[in-house]
């Protein structure tokens, strides 16, 4: 642990297991979630800032979880707490066509305000909604008005809902407007802006409109991510609203895409806390996920920093 932290950074969110079945028959285990944010902030972190999960985690995969986290120096597990219950287990199931069908067993306990309220007079604190009801709308509300930290947002899974089967389905999220007024910077996916603005947005002009619309709502920075076209970003400056496009990164030929709009948002949360430039912190939450797409697996993502540190000194 680091002798003297002057940043503290909550990221608040759930653990995976991951079960994937291919077409072919192949079926393969892994574990995700949170980790995907947790591993590549402690890998970029400096030496005086501390990680703080605050995630409710099964007994089945306390193990997993220990061994994964407590060799991280600049991670505190103080805020993880093991339950009873079984832990989110979730099915991914591929067709021969590359379509997905998610599948989500299991569920901890949702999150309350006193579990949060220890690491809310921090410097910010990340929510990352891997299943979408890791916490309710007025746990979310009460923590906003205790807390004067950086509340950074991935809508995610918000836009899930789940049917009698428990399969994951997409839908517009109950009540977003005032699950995304909670967050200073809100971060979603092209599909997901789609969802929640009730149409296409095809140009510019389009995403700049819904992008106001998320700033009108109480939000500082909306961000958009495209995959491999890279980001939309809206923003204030000078009172006006403004829309600037950060494009990709890439490090290298792509290996695997997961994560990589979990280490987007963990990159752009990182450089905006030095300088709150959002064109800054644009560019280099792309040049993180441009490395991620290049890494291969959880394991894996735990050298990013190093990455990061070679293609700085390569440029």
Known sequence: MPEAVSRRIALVGAINRDTIRTADGVETESYGGLLYSILPLAAIADDDTMVHPVVN??????????????????VSVAGIEFVPEKNTHCFLDYDEDGNKQETLLGGVPKLTVERLEPYLDGDAVGFNFITGWELDLETLQTARQMSDATFFMDVHSLSLG????????LRVPPEWEAWTACAD??????????????????????????????????????????????????YVQDGDVQFHHSPSQPAGPPQDETGCGDVFLMGFA?????????????????????????????????????????RAESS
């Not at 802006?193 to 009108?216: M, P, S, W």
């Not at 030095?274 to 991620?292: E, H, K, M, T």
């Not at 959880?298 to 190093?306: F, Q």
């Open 57 to 74: 985690v099964g007994e089945d995969i306390r193990e997993i979880v220990e061994d994964t986290l407590s060799p991280l120096a600049r």
């Open 162 to 169: 789940t049917d009698q089967e428990h399969r994951r389905y």
């Open 185 to 234: 910077v809100v971060q979603m996916n092209e599909k997901e802006a789609e969802l929640l603005a009730g149409h296409k947005l095809v140009d510019e002009v389009q995403r700049l409109t819904f992008g106001r619309r998320l700033i009108e709502n109480g939000s500082s920075v909306a961000i958009v991510t495209l995959g491999e076209a890279g980001a939309d970003v809206i």
């Open 270 to 310: 990182w450089s905006y806390l030095q300088d709150r430039n959002p064109l800054v912190a644009a560019r280099f939450a792309n040049v993180l996920a441009g490395i991620n797409v290049t890494l291969r697996g959880l394991d894996a993502v735990r050298g990013i920093g190093e990455a990061l540190e070679a």
